[in-house]
């Protein structure tokens, strides 16, 4: 059973790398009506940019933005790629859209991951566990300021 996300009217998806957890199954119903976007795979779009525009055309509205890692804490801290793709895009987008850190039980940490200035948090984690999955609230009150 797939798990039961908070009120939206759209999602931001993102291409799997083949490292990273594939959600693609979860939103692959005929009965998935919401408006879905997809993060572009090699990253060569300007984050910036991309989240303007996205801001400038769905800022009155509230999506999921789904967000891929290596490791994730219970705080809402994400460590990627090392790139910092995700967190600029994420600077630039609407504060009341929802952030869901996707990763395999394995990725996440016991212990609080550094988080530096510039890390944008997640508000909720999408944790696979062999073909099932949870999803958790994460201990970030970003939402709640």
Sequence with gaps: ??????????????????????????????????????????????????????????????????????????????????????DRFLSRTPKHWIRIGVLYEKDLSPVPLLRQAWDEPMDYLLIQHENEWTFERTKNTRLED
Excluded at 39 to 47: A, F, H, N, S, V
């Design 1 to 86: 059973m797939p798990p039961v996300f908070p009120s939206h009217d759209g999602l931001i998806l993102y291409e799997p790398l083949f490292h990273e957890v594939n959600i693609s199954s979860l939103f692959s119903s005929p009965h998935t009506s919401k408006t879905t976007y997809t993060l572009p795979t090699g990253k060569t779009t300007d984050p910036f940019t991309l989240a303007e525009q996205y801001h400038d055309t769905l800022s009155h509205k509230t999506f999921l933005v789904f967000c891929p890692g290596k490791t994730f804490d219970m705080l809402g801290t994400r460590h990627g790629r090392g790139g910092g793709w995700y």
